[in-house]
């Protein structure tokens, strides 16, 4: 149907209308206040629940569905066929049957919070009110929700984030470059990691023991037909906690900002939540009730960083003749087979057969051949009580009670990061962890050896936290959490390299006395210790004779290595070390890897993305075992070149500015202007605090970075502030879609409004909800 400005106006909410809420208790109130954020007053956490959900339902219905749809297997029905593979895969991993299971398992509060919740999304689906425009376009209707929908998209959202793609990024690798050339495939530490626990230590990693590893990489090289004599998923975030020694204020303060790919809408929406029980405010996830990652309730505030640990382990499984069974340690183990489909809107319904072994589902490979890998991922093998934690944060009176309200924890590993009104802070890696050896980490291990099986859990109080630590600050950044040697369990093998979380502490250090009002400042910060280690290297090397190449050299010492949007020669930087690891991955022939079967999981892992991260740490050592013959010097001579050649000209910020697409704006590139909010130029990369960053087999445009920033004045809690990178509504046409974009942009915040009467003082919009039968 033809979109225009009239259709997608007529399709929004009226936000001051009195509506019934059938099931509600007693009346709620709605106040949005200048940014269209809602602060949601109800009688009990009953209606409270029902209240959020018809709320997120008003606001992101059309999100929620979508969300909704890719965890259980039918985006594709919307999509189409870009959209077929990622339904397969959540089919084959079981994800809806794994959701019902939880939801069954729940207990009282739970179960009562996801019913509530889900009863007002319905209330707002079947209340008569204009549906949001997409299903215009699609010319579909939403389904109803029903209370496991909530796991589901809370699941989806984690969807295997971490160790499965390095260690399917190393096994495809293998064949390639050998396993001591695959054992140097992993994000580099900088030349030391920084832990997070204790607060500023550093540490050496430990290397691959290939002597351990041998049994995987013979029957991996075997599978792949190799003779064995021989030879994605960009994001993180940063937070930090200063306690009262440390801070201007003398109480605690948080501050930071989770990193994703930016999707539209945004999967956080701010939002303010009271009841008699509690009073919360800060980002929920469309489609799910509570506050899982970030928020205060008066009494405690927090905030989480994805703590890289490895919850997913990868099985190579050898299968009979017709691969009715699996070798296994006690002899062969039976094979569940079955027969599913999916439909593809503007195509064929796609069948397919999902395999699963003792361990999980085959994700890779074809049984039929005799070898497949399948996946044991904490995410699914066993029943997960995540959702009970929920209600329980929201009554936690400080740091050790909610770290204790988050036991059980295990959808997606976390940093959880806290400080209280009686002035403590702390950090406690809130997952759940199986034992197993430190092998598992590396790649695919033989399905057939018992030794690599999972050996119970690690206990909650085994978890690393620490409390009040000497020195009074916390620092979080997707960095190592604490030395490999330092915790009994094996815990992680890859995580982020520590630039951002040194740069903050290095900002906090120098700065004295930390106020909230200074977190906007580290949130900006655009050092790039990465263009600085180029830099030296390019000081190092003789200039090239080419004039332009020399040129680009020149210009490169003379900057300081700050990705400013309104610098020229971060773009050049950019130019140079793109090419740079596109000779690694030609002269290592790795840029073949990709087009490996266990690089072809969804959604792919691109060579040149991943070696962006190697690439630091090869060049620190002056490691050219994987340049084929090369030097660096003739690596960078010849990456000069390359560079040399690009167009230059422009400033970081306009070739680098996001471009925010709408998931039907493919679909219906007519109705892209009206459906894609507006971006602006933005600095930073990657390896900034600032991160926004950028794929390097994509080019120079920011593809994923801050979804929000946030600091909590714990105890003033009126002094909060926070922003999201589009706006508060996920509704085309609204006011509020886009209208804190100029402040993200600027790396400025907006008010968190908490007190009651400030906020009914700023409200533009006053909603009644009312019981009715």
Request: hydrophobic share 45%.
């Amino acid at each position: 149907m033809p979109l225009d400005r009239a259709t997608v106006e007529a399709a929004l909410p009226d936000l001051d209308a009195r509506l019934p809420l059938p099931g509600l208790s007693a009346p709620a109130t709605v106040l949005r206040d200048e940014w269209g954020i809602p602060h949601i007053r109800a009688a009990t956490s009953r209606d409270a629940w029902m209240a959020l959900g018809f709320v997120h339902a008003q606001d992101r219905l059309f999100q929620m569905d979508l969300t909704r749809r890719r965890a259980i297997g039918r985006a594709a029905e919307w999509l189409g066929a870009p959209a077929a593979e990622s339904d397969i895969l959540v089919r084959r991993l079981g994800m809806e049957a794994a959701c019902r299971r939880d939801f069954a398992a729940l207990g009282g509060a739970a179960r009562e919070m996801l019913e509530a919740y889900s009863a007002g999304v319905n209330a707002w689906i079947g209340g008569g009110q204009p549906r949001p425009v997409e299903y215009a376009l699609l010319q579909d209707a939403p389904d109803l929700w029903e209370p496991w929908h909530s796991i589901a998209v809370m699941r989806r959202l984690g969807l295997l984030m971490g160790s499965v793609w390095f260690k399917l990024w190393r096994a495809a690798a293998l064949p390639v470059v050998g396993p001591e050339g695959a054992a140097k495939l992993r994000y580099d530490d900088s030349g030391a990691d920084l832990l997070c626990i204790p607060p500023g230590a550093e540490a050496e990693r430990l290397q691959a023991d290939l002597a351990a590893l041998a049994p995987a990489i013979r029957a991996l090289l075997e599978s792949m037909g190799k003779n064995t004599g021989g030879d994605e998923v960009g994001g993180g975030s940063n937070n930090w906690a200063v306690g009262p020694t440390r801070s201007a204020t003398g109480r605690p303060v948080l501050a930071g900002d989770p990193h994703r790919v930016f999707e539209i809408p945004n999967m956080y929406a701010q939002h303010h939540l009271a009841c008699d029980a509690f009073d919360m405010i800060g980002l929920t996830v469309p489609g799910v009730p509570g506050f899982p990652h970030f928020a205060h309730n008066g009494q405690v505030a927090y905030c989480v960083t994805h703590a890289f640990m490895d919850i997913h382990d990868l099985f190579l499984e050898r299968f009979d003749a017709d691969a009715s069974h699996t070798e296994a340690p006690d002899g062969p183990a039976p094979v569940m087979r079955r027969r599913d489909s999916i439909r593809i809107r503007g195509g064929e319904a796609r069948a397919f057969e999902i395999v699963e072994t003792r361990h999980g589902p085959v994700i890779a490979g074809d049984p039929a051949s005799g070898s497949a890998i399948a996946l044991r991922s904490v995410q699914f093998a066993e029943t997960d009580l995540s959702f009970e934690c929920l209600p329980r944060m929201t009554t936690a009176s400080g740091v050790e009670a909610l770290f204790e309200a988050t036991r059980g924890w295990g959808l997606i590993d976390h940093n959880l990061v806290a400080g209280d009104t009686e002035g403590h802070i702390g950090h406690l890696v809130r997952a759940r962890l199986p034992r197993r050896p430190r092998s598992n980490g590396w790649l695919p291990v033989p399905g057939w050896m018992s030794r690599h099986d999972w050996q119970g859990w690690i206990a909650h109080e085994e978890m690393p936290r620490s409390l009040d630590p000497e020195g009074g600050i916390i620092v979080t950044a997707n960095n190592r959490v604490v030395a490999d040697d330092a915790h009994p369990d094996y815990l992680c093998t890859d995580c982020h390299p520590p630039y951002r979380a040194r740069r903050i502490a290095a900002r906090l250090a120098e700065g004295g006395a930390f106020a909230p009002e200074d977190a906007a400042g580290i949130h900006a910060d655009t050092l790039s210790p990465n263009a600085l280690l180029l830099r030296e290297r390019l000081a190092a090397s003789p200039a090239p004779e080419e004039p332009a190449a020399a040129a680009l050299r020149e210009r490169l010492l003379a900057w300081d290595g700050r990705m400013e949007a309104d610098a020229e020669a971060p773009p050049a930087y950019i130019a140079l070390r793109r090419a740079l690891t596109a000779i690694l991955a030609e002269r290592s022939g790795l840029a073949a890897a990709g087009a490996s079967p266990l690089a072809q999981v969804t959604p792919g892992i691109a060579p040149q993305n991943q070696l962006w991260w190697t690439l630091p740490e090869l060049l620190r050592r002056d490691d050219a075992s994987l340049l084929g013959g090369w030097s660096w010097r003739e690596a960078l001579q010849a990456a000069l070149a390359r560079a040399a050649a690009a167009p230059a000209g422009e400033s970081w910020g306009a070739v680098h500015q996001p471009r925010f697409t709408h998931p039907l704006s493919p679909l219906f590139p007519e109705a892209a202007a009206l459906l894609d909010p507006p971006s602006r130029p933005v600095g930073g990369d990657g390896d900034t605090v600032l991160a926004n960053g950028l794929l390097c087999a994509g080019g120079p445009t920011a593809t994923y970075g801050a979804l929000a920033r946030y600091v909590f004045d714990v105890g003033n809690w009126d002094a909060c502030q926070w922003v999201v990178f589009h706006g508060a509504s996920g509704q085309p046409g609204s006011a509020h879609y886009a209208d804190q974009n100029e402040a993200w942009s600027a790396t400025r915040m907006v008010p968190m409004r908490y007190a009651w009467k400030g906020i009914e003082q700023a409200a533009r919009h006053r909603q009644d909800l009312v019981p009715a039968a």
